[in-house]
């Protein structure tokens, strides 16, 4: 898997999915896709049992976060903007 993956939900990016590996070796990571619309971004930081997940969505389109099995968050559907959100580990 990679540290932050962007999948195509519908065509043009028109809704995405994004999915940072928070169980992975690396502690934080960036990254970005240029889709039709503008940028797509996520840029996020692990600490223990919790992150901060920032992602950028551009302007006519949607994100679903997909996390690992066992990280929950509240905000799993983004519209466009910039959000910034937390998630953490059940143990």
Do not use: K
């Not at 928070?22 to 934080?28: I, M, P, Q, T, V």
């Not at 039709?36 to 969505?57: F, K, N, Q």
């Not at 066992?70 to 959000?83: C, E, F, I, M, S």
Request: charged share 20%.
């Amino acid at each position: 898997m990679y540290a932050a993956s962007f999948a195509l939900v519908e065509p043009g990016y028109a809704r995405s999915s994004i999915a940072p590996d928070l169980d992975g070796s690396l502690d934080r990571c960036a990254a970005h896709v240029d889709t039709p619309h503008g940028r797509l971004a996520v840029r996020w930081r692990r600490d223990g049992d919790s992150a901060t997940i920032d992602v950028e969505v551009p302007v006519g389109t949607t994100a679903e976060v997909a996390l690992p099995a066992g990280w929950t968050t509240d905000a799993t559907v983004l519209a466009a903007g910039r959000h910034v959100i937390g998630a953490v580990r059940s143990r």
